[in-house]
């Protein structure tokens, strides 16, 4: 163990830190397009509900 230089444990520990973040990054990003696609859904059900009132009305 005395062999391998300190510098090498820290690249592999920032090697892996990045995977973390990166794995961080993508579920928040997944968090908030599922988040964008919902609130987009609602309003185009909303409109949809809006069009078949005006067309019951007439």
């Known amino acids: 163990m ?6 090498v444990f820290a690249v592999i520990l920032l090697i892996l830190f990045s995977g973390y973040m ?3 990054a ?16 609602k ?4 409109r949809i509900q809006k069009e078949r009132m005006k067309r019951r009305e007439q």
């Open 2 to 7: 005395s062999s391998i230089p300190i510098w």
């Open 22 to 24: 990166a794995v961080r």
């Open 26 to 41: 993508f579920l928040a990003e997944r968090k908030l397009d599922r988040q964008f696609i919902e609130r987009e859904g």
């Open 43 to 46: 309003i185009y059900m909303e």
